[in-house]
């Protein structure tokens, strides 16, 4: 609707620190389940969103404290949706004000 106003897929130009409060809890969602027969299409999704830049691999010796579950939908246009569920990492964020 305004393409003059939006350009790629909104990466930001620098890094930015996402502060937890105080008392959070690093939580590891478990994988959620999928249809097999989307097996082969989630895998070429995400190897596309690598090569975008959109999702990072984590090297195997990188342990992680935060894990979530991935979920898989359809668009309209029948192309396979990844999305990921950060529900517990959101509610431990420490909220940031901005004066405008």
């Known amino acids: 609707m305004f393409p003059d106003r939006f350009e790629g897929l909104g990466n930001m130009p620098r890094s930015y620190r996402i502060e ?3 008392d ?3 939580h590891i969602s478990p994988p959620r389940k999928y249809p097999t027969k989307l097996r082969d299409e989630i ?3 995400i190897q596309e969103m690598e090569k975008m830049g959109v999702v990072k691999r ?3 010796d990188e342990a992680s ?3 979530h579950s ?4 359809r668009k309209s246009n029948g192309e396979l949706r990844v999305c990921l569920d950060p529900r517990k990492l959101n509610a431990c964020i420490k909220q940031t004000y901005h004066k405008i």
């Open 65 to 67: 404290e935060w894990i």
């Open 58 to 60: 984590c090297n195997d």
């Open 20 to 22: 937890l409060k105080p």
């Open 70 to 73: 991935l979920a898989f939908t």
């Open 24 to 26: 959070a809890i690093p």
């Open 43 to 45: 895998i070429s999704k």
